[in-house]
Each structure stands twice: as C-alpha cells, then as structure tokens.
DNA sequence: GCAAAAGTGTTCTATGTACACCCATGT
DNA sequence: ACATGGGTGTACATAGAACACTTTTGC
C-alpha cells in the first residue's frame, strides 16, 4: 500500500472532543454535557463538534473550546491527546475523534448560551462513580486517559499555573496539585521547589488577604517564563 | 454544535503514518519510503496507509507496520504518537493522518515485498540533513515529534529492551541509550541503574561472546516484565 | 604481555523527605 | 489570647556524577 491513494478508500467523520478540567471548590472537575438526542440520549458525554472543511484539528478545538465554555478569551491550556477510532466507537457512522485536554482556570458556570446548556462540571470522583452505562461513547476512556495526562504533566512542566487565575499565591498553586493528585505535596519542599526554579512563578510587590481566621498576608505571584519543571515535581507516594 | 450529529459535515480519509526505529551500526534509524508518484513525487515519506473501513486505528498501524517491514511476527514495540490535520497538508485531499511510534530490534533490510520495494533505512543524523524540500507533506514535523518521544520515552520506561534482539548484554543495552541520545551513559552508573530496577532485565545462565579484542564473557539478559523506571534515567546533561 | 571490554568500588554532591518551628494577623 | 495559615530551618536518606580500579579473555 503505497500510502495517500484513496482509491476506493471509504472516508469517515472526524470530530474533537475535549476534556477541560478545573479547579472548583478544591476539587478537580470536568466539563460534560447531557446529551439530548441519539445515541446515549441522557448520557454524559464530553464536549466536542465536527471538524470543518477549512480548519486544522488544533484550531477546531479553540473553536469548540469557546463555545462550549462560553469564553472567548480563554487564558488556560489546550493540547491534543490522542485519538480514538474504534469502527463501532459510534453507532451510526464511522468517526475518528481527536480528543484534546485544557486546563482552566475559574471557568463561569456553563450558561444558557449557544447550545451547552445542558454543560455541567463535575468532580473527577462523581465521574468515576458513574456507572459505565451512563457515559456515552468511549468517553470514559478518553476520560481516564486525560486525568492520566493531567496528573503526569504537572509534575514536569509550569501548567499548574494554568489552573489558578492570576494573581495567586504559594498556597493556591500548592492546592492545585493537591486537587489534581489527591493529596497535597509536602508544604515547605513544594515551596522551595517552586521558588527554586527560574521563572516558574515571579512574586508581585502585592500581598493578598490574609485568611478568614488570620494570619500574614501572603506574596501573591503571576505565572513565569519557565515551561518545564526538572527534575520533576514527584507526587507523594504513588504507591511502590 | 451538540457532538456527533454529521448534518452536512464534510468527510475526510484517515490514514496512519509510521516512524518506525531501529539500530543500526550503532545508529538510530528510521524508515522511510521513496515517493512514486505525485504530489512529491522522489522525496521520502514516512510509511503508511488508509485505515480499513472495519478497522481500528491501532489495527490499522499494526497491518502497516507488517506490511512496510515485512515481518509478521514483529517483536518490538508500537504506540500512537498524535494526529496531524491541517487542512492542506494533502493538496488533493482532506487527510488526517494518525501518527504511530514503532521501536524495532534488528528489522531485515526492506525487501522488494509488497510495495514497499522503495523502503530504506537512514539514520536520523541523514534524515535531519536532508531539505525539507525533499521530506513529503508535513512528515518532518511528525518525525521530529517522533524522535523526542522516544528519546523521552526511553527515560522512564524500559522500552529501550525493544530494540536489541534477545538475549542481550548490558553493554549492547547501554550502546542503543548511546545511540538515541547521541551519548552514553556513563558506564558503572547505568549497570546499577538498570540493575537496581527490579525486573527491567533478568539475567540468564548463558554467557556472550567476548569481544574481537578479547575480554571476558559478558552476561546474556532478557527484557523483564518491569514498565516504568522510577526515578527515571537521566540522558546526560540535556544543556542546562 | 597487551589491548579491549566487562564488571566493581568509592567519594562527592545534589535533591527529596520529614519534620519542627517561628511569625503575622483577624476574631 | 489564640487559632489559622504563611513562611523558614534543619537533619536524614536517597540517588546521580565522576571517577579509579580490577578482571577476563583474544591476539
């Protein structure tokens, strides 16, 4: 098969899906919608749409991201996943999804607009609590998969700040990686780790509020230069 | 745009593409294919097909992967890489291409089987020396991707095993980390590290031959049943 | 014997781990 | 005053870096 000839080759619908996540309440949470129609009718499923004729996969996902979301100017992260085509992954035609991971921070609540009004965020652990039957697709693959990512990719680069808008402190980011990990790194190795790496965060001259029960006012810092972290920040304890 | 509703969505042909490596001489090296035909019609290409209209995406690559090497009863190792779909990427068609990553031990020169009759080893030094005129569509944006994931692949996992045939010396294992990262690490501390991973090599009773200029008989390993390498292995000073 | 390559040991240093502790502020 | 949480210090353990060195064999 000298490859790029068509030929009789059958051609197939590509979409992208998207998994966005965030930070609500200390919990990480995911973007579903309820789908409204055939197949899977009730189901929960990820956002995503078709890729149309004039457009890169990249682009469709912004595209997808903002209407989904609702914000036209998103300040977070989005990067591609993998894609999935098993034949039978849907039921009535044969489609390719390319599936996309974003992190973001405070995302509004999913409004009436365009046509997500059935979006809502969940917490990663209703989401594994489901049962398989009431996600559609192969999402709860695509699913498991991005959280993988996402708890692989802030160990060894910044994206953690992606999650928390700015200005933030020390104390918020660290509540990041507790939320994405399940359990919060250790308080003042994370700190000099953090302030050991050259533009991972830079500080503001700013001191936020102090907290409800007091205390001193915290450094707040915006998001640095640096993409990478290394060595990598190690989860604690993934269970030898 | 509620997902998966094809409406009058256009549709597009799914290939898979391989970057499949292997050592050769002490060289990391890829396989490519001389172009018959137009578009770019005598540049190289990476391997690839259509994907079969009852066909998943990684049965797609495995038949490719047989079909391009010649091999049927492959021994390596193979993974999705990512897709590429930017619009004109094809200037016939709307193709999304699916990447895949092959690690491959001691392949046999490409034979004039199938239609793979133009395919040919290079090494990646070659390959990163061409003009990008002569490297069809978009492929050396995947095979650049293609080389830093296994060049970062080969720290944290055991995949390196992948490509020496069984059974194999630590040295001959230390030689393919030489070659992928273009340097070696250093000698006693690479032994401990793979050594001191439980289950990434199982040593054997046999023992090799000593080498031309004499020396002893270097102990004969197999791959073990260990994944991961945690913590991972350095490649030496990636520039600071 | 000598060269070549396998295999071992040793010291130094960087980094992660696990804490204890101090300090500033709101209630 | 005291609880709350930001911020700092320190002793220990682990593991990588950079070597030197010994051993086994073919020529």
Redesign the pocket.
């Known amino acids: 098969m000298t490859a790029y000839d068509p030929g009789a080759h059958p051609s197939v619908f590509v979409t992208v899906d998207l998994a966005i996540f965030t930070i609500r309440d200390g919990a990480l949470s995911l973007l579903m919608v309820e789908r409204g129609e055939e197949p899977f009718r009730g189901c929960l499923a990820l956002p995503g749409g078709f890729v149309e004729p004039e457009e890169d996969i990249e682009q469709a996902a912004w595209r997808e991201l903002a209407e989904e979301t609702g914000v036209e100017r998103f300040s977070g992260h989005l990067e591609q996943l993998r894609s999935y085509g098993a034949p039978r992954r849907d039921p009535r035609h044969r489609i390719v999804s390319v599936a996309h991971v974003a992190f973001a921070p405070n995302l509004p609540e999913p409004h009436a607009g365009s046509d997500a009004a059935t979006a809502l965020w969940w917490t990663v652990d209703e989401v594994a609590a489901l049962p398989s039957s009431s996600v559609a697709f192969d999402h709860a693959t695509i699913i498991a998969d991005a959280l993988e990512r996402v708890r692989s990719k802030i160990e060894y680069t910044t994206l953690a700040t992606q999650f928390v808008p700015e200005p933030f402190?020390?104390?918020?980011l660290r509540r990041v990686y507790a939320a994405v990990w399940g359990e919060a790194?250790?308080?003042?190795?994370f700190?000099?780790?953090v302030?050991?790496i050259e533009g991972f965060v830079v500080a503001t001259e700013e001191?936020g509020?102090?907290?409800?029960?007091?205390?001193?006012?915290?450094?707040l810092y915006r998001r640095g230069w640096a993409t990478a972290v290394q060595?990598?920040?190690?989860r604690?304890?993934p269970a030898s």
Chains 1, 2 share one sequence.
């Open positions: 402190t020390l104390a918020e790194p250790d308080l003042g190795n700190r000099r780790k302030l050991g001191s509020a102090a907290a409800s029960g007091g205390g001193p006012r915290p450094t060595p990598p920040m190690l604690p304890r």
